[in-house]
T-cell receptor, first 116, second 115 residues
Framework: AQKITQTQPGMFVQEKEAVTLDCTYD???????LFWYKQPSSGEMIFLIY??????QNATEGRYSLNFQKARKSANLVISASQLGDSAMYFC?????????????FGAGTRLFVKA | DAGVIQSPRHEVTEMGQEVTLRCKPI?????LFWYRQTMMRGLELLIY????????DSGMPEDRFSAKMPNASFSTLKIQPSEPRDSAVYFC?????????????FGPGTRLTVL
């Protein structure tokens, strides 16, 4: 069963606009972490933001914020004021707790194109 | 601080040859992960270690793949014999702990091509 779903294979956004990248997940483990990574064309994987299942507030890191809706099992990434350098592949990932063996599962990714 | 170090960055080999990929995790990190990324299958976890001990190797595709972590600062992923379908980018990542709270830091990857 697919545990991490990113339904948008590709997204376009105008420079300086905000964009939301969708991510839904499935787990029965009460303890889990949600992560977003950026993979530019150069290939490296860059950690962006983390949200814990018990966190009461949505995580924020600079221009990145995570819209965490636990009941819906969604963890969408919001990038504000898009920049040309934000063009990349974005992966949502989930690591389950003890019950899940601490495995990390990645979604298929969303390719973001920022237009000038 | 140095990040996760992987070598080689690129490897081209012929089918049947042995391939060894190397990884040095971030100092102080207790957990190490090996991933494989392909267009068809995305990013797959192959194996991970906690305190040098393999915890879950269920993602290792077959017996041709093996991984070791002889000490806290070094790990290898070996493919013997290699096949063209093993061509992929192999990432090593480390984190402070193998729990759900710590992010993983990735190395630059090794791009493997098996002819």
């Amino acid at each position: 069963a697919q545990k991490i779903t990113q339904t948008q294979p590709g997204m376009f956004v105008q420079e300086k606009e905000a964009v939301t990248l969708d991510c839904t997940y499935d787990t029965s483990d009460p303890s889990y972490g949600l992560f977003w990574y950026k993979q530019p064309s150069s290939g490296e994987m860059i950690f962006l933001i983390y949200q814990g299942s018990y966190d009461q507030q949505n995580a924020t890191e600079g221009r990145y914020s995570l819209n965490f809706q636990k009941a819906r099992k969604s963890a969408n990434l919001v990038i504000s004021a898009s920049q040309l350098g934000d063009s990349a592949m974005y992966f949502c990932a989930m690591r389950e707790g003890q019950g899940g063996g601490f495995k990390t599962i990645f979604g298929a990714g969303t390719r973001l194109f920022v237009k000038a | 601080d140095a990040g996760v170090i992987q070598s080689p960055r690129h490897e081209v080999t012929e089918m049947g040859q042995e391939v060894t990929l190397r990884c040095k995790p971030i100092s102080g990190h207790n957990s190490l992960f090996w991933y494989r990324q392909t267009m068809m299958r995305g990013l797959e976890l192959l194996i991970y270690f906690n305190n040098n001990v393999p915890i879950d190797d269920s993602g290792m595709p077959e017996d041709r793949f093996s991984a070791k972590m002889p000490n806290a600062s070094f790990s290898t992923l070996k493919i013997q014999p290699s096949e063209p379908r093993d061509s992929a980018v192999y990432f090593c990542a480390s984190s402070r702990q193998a729990d759900s709270y710590n992010e993983q830091f990735f190395g630059p990857g090794t791009r493997l091509t098996v002819l």
